[in-house]
């Protein structure tokens, strides 16, 4: 697999369920982040969690990282329509500089 | 809430004239990126830039492109002759501290077209 790859690469759900979405990863990492981007507009941050951080929670949004896995995952509970979106994890490397590698993404569609 | 913002939304080029993309990140931030996203495709990183200079770039940043902070708000992304897979949206973004340690925000994106 790629570094920051997602599963499922779609997913359908109705209104009010949880929407889990996985991201795997290859190299060590410093940290990682989740974006969600709604078709053909700007990246927005959803959460940062850190390495040696395990699990993160924010309103509906909760994150765990499992660095012995090498994966991550983003749970929605009680999703909405307006979560229809993809949803992007970004792994942050220490090259002796720095860059994020980017997810193909999960596209979620929340149906009302 | 400060955000970064991006000019122009859309640009139409032809082949192999040069395009300037301009960017200006958050007033407080020290780091600088350019990414660019080919239309159903991920996300990919193109440069990093710290104090003046680029820290790190990809494979894909290759002498057609450049940056610059030409003063003390703009950011920019020269490609210098565009080819017809330049096509993409391109995101600048910024963070307070290294994307290692800190959230990048990321700018609307500006949609290049090359014809």
């Known amino acids: 697999s790629q570094q920051g790859e997602e599963d499922p690469q779609a997913l359908s759900i109705q209104e009010g369920e949880n929407a889990t979405m996985n991201c795997s990863y290859k190299?060590?990492?410093?940290?990682l982040q989740w974006y969600r981007q709604n078709s053909g507009r700007g990246l927005v941050h959803l959460i940062l969690?850190?390495?040696?951080?395990r699990e993160k929670h924010s309103g509906r949004l909760r994150v765990t990282l499992d660095t012995s896995k090498k994966s991550s995952s983003l749970l929605i509970t009680a999703s909405r329509a307006a979560d229809t979106a993809s949803y992007f994890c970004?792994?942050?490397?220490?090259?002796?500089?720095?860059?994020?590698?980017f997810g193909a993404g999960t596209r979620l569609f929340v149906k009302a | 809430e400060p955000e970064v913002t991006q000019t122009p939304s859309h640009q139409v080029t032809q082949m192999g004239q040069e395009v300037i993309l301009r960017c200006v990140p958050i007033s407080n931030h020290l780091y600088f990126y350019w990414y660019r996203q080919i239309l159903g495709q991920k996300v990919e990183f193109l440069v990093s830039f710290y104090n003046n200079e680029i820290s790190e770039k990809s494979e894909i940043f290759d002498d057609q492109f450049s940056v610059e902070r030409p003063d003390g708000s703009n950011f920019t992304l020269k490609i210098r002759s565009t080819k017809l897979e330049d096509s993409a949206m391109y995101f600048c973004?910024?963070?307070?501290?290294?994307?290692?340690?800190?959230?990048?925000?990321f700018g609307p994106g500006t949609r290049l077209t090359v014809l």
């Open positions: 973004a910024s963070s307070v501290r290294s994307g290692l340690q800190d959230t990048q925000y």
């Open positions: 190299t060590s990492i410093n940290n």
């Open positions: 970004a792994t942050a490397l220490n090259t002796g500089g720095f860059k994020t590698i």
């Open positions: 969690i850190r390495s040696n951080e």
